[in-house]
């Protein structure tokens, strides 16, 4: 029989139980750290949450292949993948991304490791910590040392003005970490209409000629792709069998920035994080000179 107090205390004590359930972040290894599944038979392994399985929900597809415990999809993965290899593990840095697709736990496992903010331009589609639009950024100079912005450069109306702000914000030797849906060797505007999945417009369709707008505005840029699709930019290796996911591969490799390419990833690791296919992940490391 339960009391008057046991039914005010039972649901606090309930809830206090599930606050206090460890968080997948929480339970975690450090998300830098190769994790422990990795070699030991499960074909997928998330390298933001350490999760281990038989494969990735959905497609091998740069918006797909989705981690069934912290919801990344595989260019959340290749986002964090390339930032953690590449900045220093500093929890003084100060970073900011800019609209990031996942949610509280993903926020909350950032803030436990760095000095996180999370920002949108109208907190309509995403949720943020702060407002920004990259053309005006309301923050002071030098004041950001690494700047995560995936798929957000392609639905500002002016490019170079954006870079210009970014530049400005962030620190000496500071870095972002720029994400496009690079789909084709040269910028276009879109012929139609486009929208991604939050109703923005898309203003750009961008190429490789995106690296000179990058250095223009002054910074240093390396571009992190895929071993086996470096080799394939190279002429190293054929051209894959054109697939029907909107990238002219074909113009990629004919404008492609050889001399700025890093392979950041092994056929056998982009397999195990689900990098599939090989062509759709690219990642502009810029550092400010
Ligand atoms: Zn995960």
């Not at 392994?45 to 912290?70: D, K, Q, Y």
Request: with cysteine; hydrophobic share 40%.
């Amino acid at each position: 029989m339960v009391g008057v107090w046991g039914l005010v205390t039972r649901p606090l004590v309930r809830r206090w139980k599930w606050w206090r359930q460890p968080r997948w972040w929480n339970d975690s290894d450090l998300p830098w750290e190769v994790p422990d599944a990795v070699g030991k038979g499960p074909m997928a392994v998330c390298n933001i949450c350490h999760w281990a399985g038989a494969e990735f929900l959905g497609t091998e597809h740069v918006e797909s292949a989705m981690c069934p415990r912290c919801g990344s999809v595989a260019r959340d993965r290749f986002l964090l993948f390339c930032f953690f290899n590449c900045s220093p593990h500093d929890s003084s840095m100060r970073v900011l991304e800019t609209s990031p697709r996942l949610g509280r736990e993903y926020r909350r496992m950032m803030r436990s490791l760095f000095r996180y903010t999370s920002s949108d331009f109208d907190l309509s589609a995403h949720r943020g910590d702060i407002r920004i639009d990259l053309q005006d950024i309301a923050l002071p100079d030098s004041s950001v040392d690494v700047l995560l912005t995936p798929h957000v450069l392609e639905h500002v109306p002016d490019t170079d003005r954006a870079l210009r702000e970014i530049h400005r914000v962030l620190a000496p030797d500071g870095a972002m970490y720029l994400q496009i849906p690079l789909q084709q060797g040269v910028t276009a505007r879109p012929t139609e209409p486009e929208f991604h999945g939050d109703n923005t417009p898309v203003h750009f369709r961008f190429g490789w000629d995106l690296i000179a707008s990058l250095e223009t505005a002054g910074f240093d840029v390396e571009v992190l792709v895929m071993e086996e699709f470096a080799k394939v930019l190279r002429g190293e290796n054929p051209c894959p069998e054109p697939e029907v996911d909107g990238f002219d591969i074909p113009s990629m490799i004919e404008h492609a920035p050889t001399a700025k390419l890093r392979p950041i990833v092994d056929i056998y690791m982009s397999k195990i994080y689900g990098f599939r296919p090989e062509h759709q992940f690219v990642t502009f490391r810029c550092v400010k000179r």
